[in-house]
């Protein structure tokens, strides 16, 4: 749902340990490969989800739509994932001293598929670790690490962390959009995003980076990045 906060409340209650457990609004898993035009998730509404560890140290990271198998076409298209309105919707409230807790809209790691992300709005994320490691306190709003990828037209905004990890570029505690392609094969077409009011609220290290859109990927091949208002 995309209204009020903690309809969905997942706790990890071990009191003791060195854990990291994961939720995922909707998880492809799938390890086939198929027609691009088949597989497509479109027109959901994800949100009110918060997450919480009865240890501090422990985390509990939140995907809103993840891929998380063998690499294969995707489209993503008209889902929102939070919300409009409310503060919140989406949110990690562990401070996980101790392990990597990360929030992502839409998220796909992997290096040969090929995904569009297209007219999606991802608004109201959350992430309250107030980790000190670099790159082990993140909020994203689209990550991925494909070496062809199309992300256009979507709405990412009110993305906030109190990490105090001080990483930068596709590592920074708060990204708006982050590729990361490493193939010398691939492809970018990332425009006509709207990207705006992110935020690191974390008062303890001075070094915190906040990015709109990291691209850190190859210059041959065919990459555009255009149009974006950040």
């Known amino acids: ?25 909707i998880r492809d898993a799938a390890s086939t490969t198929i027609n691009p035009s088949v597989r497509l998730i479109q027109f959901n509404r994800i ?5 919480n560890a009865t240890n501090t140290t422990n985390a509990v990271s939140i995907y809103g739509i993840a891929k998380t198998n063998t690499a294969s076409p995707w489209n993503v298209r008209n889902n929102l994932i939070g919300s409009q309105t409310q ?20 998220y796909y790691s992997g290096t040969d598929g090929i995904i569009t992300i297209e007219n999606d709005t991802i608004a109201n994320l959350v992430n309250n670790t107030t980790n000190a490691t670099d790159n082990a306190g993140r909020v994203h709003g689209v990550y991925t690490s494909l070496n062809r990828n199309t992300i ?25 959009i982050s590729a990361s392609p490493t193939g010398t094969a691939s492809s970018q ?9 992110l935020r690191n609220t974390s008062t303890v290290n001075a070094s915190v980076r906040v990015a709109g859109l990291v691209y850190s990927g190859p210059l041959t091949g065919s990459q555009e990045i255009s149009r974006n208002f950040i």
């Open 152 to 176: 256009t037209s979507n709405i990412i905004r009110d993305l906030y962390s109190s990490s105090q990890n001080g990483a930068i570029g596709v590592n920074a505690s708060v990204v708006g």
């Open 189 to 197: 077409l990332i425009n006509r995003n709207l990207i705006y009011n």
């Open 47 to 51: 949100g009110s989800v918060t997450t």
């Open 1 to 25: 749902s995309s209204a009020g906060t903690g309809s969905v409340v997942v706790s990890n209650t071990l009191a003791t340990g060195t854990t990291t457990a994961s939720v995922y609004g």
């Open 87 to 106: 503060a919140g919707s989406i949110q990690a409230s562990s401070a996980a001293t101790a392990n990597a807790q990360y929030v992502a809209g839409i």
